[in-house]
């Protein structure tokens, strides 16, 4: 799982930061999934090691122009290009109408289906390997965070061991692999489970934006392995933060270490911590690791592997 971060400006884009977009590839199956889509995003993926034909899902969080002003567009030279089979959108109930309205008045017709899901709090989205999650957080208008879990793979299986207990190979390992319990020919039951290692832990990601502080993004990033944050103002500016309902550094960093977070990365950042002005994006970042030090800054075309935990580091689950 990897994450590429394809603009961190908010409300508007600047010389060094597109407006909001973040790729997560998923190597293993081809796949590359969008949490929002702010106008230029193409562009963005054009300038940047992201394969557009690879796109399968796009997660909304809500419908600020920043966060949707370049999904028709992504949509359209999709359709153009002639390489995507079909896109699943999630998102707020007007997502559907938004997208109708422009293909109607811009007279686009899309080459391939586009399935519009309107997300409620809860499961949204589950595979054979992943499960997606959103739920409210607390901003202007409705606006969700999504969390992102891997499932668990099984753990290796001991060949060898499997050998020296006699067991024939074949089609009885596959069974034994997926910790199944067997009988062997001459009568002798083996559990599968006691042939494997311990299971790979899968990895987990939580995305929050647009919101102020809430207890609502604490419970979705709860013991994940990156959480994706806004931070669109500093500490110095929290009354604006509270008045437009946006969150400081501080409060992404308060965020992490209630939710006990392995990784922050900040991103949504106002433009008017440009070089030159009396506060600078840098302490915005010493201000969040202050309370949180595992922090990063997102910058345009960060891009971030999610490392494996293994399985002794994970947090015990809760009831």
């Keep these: 799982m990897q994450i590429t971060f394809l603009g961190t400006s908010s409300g508007i884009p600047t010389r060094a930061r597109n407006v909001s977009s973040v790729a997560l590839r998923l190597p293993q199956r081809a796949e590359m999934w969008l949490f929002d889509c702010g106008e230029g995003t193409q562009h963005q993926i054009l300038r940047s090691d992201l394969k557009v034909s690879q796109l399968t899902r796009i997660f909304v969080t809500h419908m600020h122009g920043d966060h949707v002003f370049g999904l028709m567009g992504l949509l359209a030279s999709c359709g153009l290009a002639g390489n995507t089979a079909r896109v699943d959108l999630y998102g707020p109930p007007r997502l559907e109408e938004y997208l109708r309205a422009c293909e109607r008045y811009s007279h686009t017709h899309l080459s391939y289906p586009v399935q519009v899901h309107m997300v409620e709090p809860g499961l949204v989205y589950e595979d054979d390997e992943f499960r997606v999650f959103c739920t409210l957080l607390k901003h202007r208008v409705p606006a969700f965070g999504y969390r992102v879990e891997e499932k668990d793979r099984p753990g290796r299986f001991d060949a060898e061991r499997a050998a020296a207990l ?28 006691d042939l494997c290692g311990p299971d790979q832990p899968g990895r987990k990601l939580a995305y929050c934006t647009d919101t102020v502080f809430c207890e609502e993004a604490i419970a979705l990033a709860q013991d994940v392995d990156v959480l994706i944050h806004e931070a669109t103002f500093s500490h110095r500016d929290a009354e604006m933060a509270f008045q437009r309902l946006h969150s400081t550094s501080t409060m992404a960093a308060q ?45 345009d075309f960060l891009t971030y592997e999610i490392p494996r935990r293994e399985p002794s580091t994970l947090t015990p689950a809760r009831g």
């Design 166 to 193: 006699g067991i024939p190979f074949g089609p009885i390992y596959g069974q034994l692999k997926r910790g199944e319990v067997v009988t062997l020919p001459d009568g002798r039951q083996v559990r599968g489970h």
């Design 255 to 299: 965020v992490a270490l209630a939710a006990q977070v392995q990784q922050l990365i900040m991103t949504h950042f106002s433009p008017r911590y440009a070089p030159g002005n009396a506060i600078q994006l840098e302490d915005l970042l010493a201000e969040a690791r202050a309370i949180f030090p595992q922090t990063l800054m997102a910058h």
